[in-house]
């Protein structure tokens, strides 16, 4: 089972030519409102990966709770630990430029509310992996990775919104996940950090693919999908959440992280965090596409 603790939001996207810079007014498309958040995307990509998902989060009491909730409770997720608040729903207003690319704000809203108190200790454990990002107060994220960790739980963090992470923290974490800006906001040098942690780390780039430092020193090096992106927002969620589900499919991590580059690469088809995002299928028809060697899908013989 995976129990994601984070973000729930609401995603205001425009479409415009180019980011804006400081000061200047760039007219864009018609606007979508979608929904959204770190946490609600990476539990929506692992749920329809196939993994039994709980989500543990905060919304508002207003209009925007359905916009952000309804996706994850038609997808099967379990948000019964999602908690109503009197602040607004988290809000994310992202531009995003012609290439895929984007930039985004968020007002946090009741995501600044959530508290590690309201995971239970009955859902940490042995066969929970649990899946953390930084949109919700880090020191509840980094409470609740401890009483994981303590439990046997496999700790996933995805520091995404980028934040320094001093290496007694780090060993509390089985896998880390960041891309290259966040990945440089807890050190230069990738794989010191993973052996002096004892951690795994997954670096992503993008177009690159993606690059795993292990606490033993191997390195494990995944391509990306050849793609024409149209929007990449939710391309990192994706990534974290199909990587969540097959680990807790039993899959070893270089078989995991071919997977979670294959649907990263899919969801930038469409625009939105969670319109594009696939499913088993979509998946294991897309990792056989990758450059290099196929590997089976997790579960086959
Ligand atoms: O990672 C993409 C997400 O970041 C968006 O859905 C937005 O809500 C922000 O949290």
Aim: aromatic share 2%.
């Amino acid at each position: 089972m995976i129990l994601v603790f984070g973000s729930i939001n609401v995603d205001v996207t425009v479409p415009v030519p180019h980011l804006p810079h400081p000061g200047e007014t760039v007219l864009g498309g018609d606007y979508r409102l979608l929904p959204g958040g770190k946490g609600a995307n990476q539990a929506l990509a692992a749920r329809r990966a196939g993994a039994e998902v709980v989500m543990v989060g905060a919304v508002g009491g207003d209009g925007f709770a359905a916009v952000a909730l309804d996706p994850l409770r038609r997808a099967g997720i379990d948000t019964t630990l999602v908690r109503s608040l009197t602040r607004p729903t988290g809000c994310a207003t992202i531009m995003v430029g012609a290439e895929g690319e984007n930039m985004i704000a968020v007002a946090s809203g009741a995501n600044m509310a959530v508290t590690a108190g309201l995971v239970p200790d009955a859902l940490l454990g042995p066969r929970t992996i649990l899946v953390a990002q930084l949109e919700v107060p880090p020191a509840e994220t980094m409470a609740v990775v401890e009483r994981a960790h303590n439990a046997g739980s496999f700790v996933l963090l995805n520091i995404a919104p980028a934040q320094p992470l001093r290496p007694e923290r780090l060993a509390k974490i089985d896998l880390v996940v960041a891309n290259q800006h966040e990945a440089a906001a807890i050190g230069p040098q990738p794989a010191e950090i993973a052996a002096r942690a004892c951690c795994s780390l997954v670096v992503t780039a993008g177009a690159v693919g993606a690059t795993a430092y292990l606490a033993d020193g191997e390195i494990v090096r995944v391509p990306a999908l050849p793609i024409e992106p149209v929007d990449t927002t939710g391309a990192g969620d994706t990534f974290v959440g199909v990587l969540a589900a097959a680990l807790d499919h039993g899959a070893p991590l270089s078989a995991a992280l071919r997977r979670a580059s294959a649907a990263a690469g899919l969801a930038c088809l469409a625009h939105g965090a969670q319109s594009a995002m696939p499913d088993a299928a979509a998946i294991d028809a897309a990792a056989v596409r990758l450059p290099g060697a196929a590997l089976p899908s997790p579960g086959a013989a």
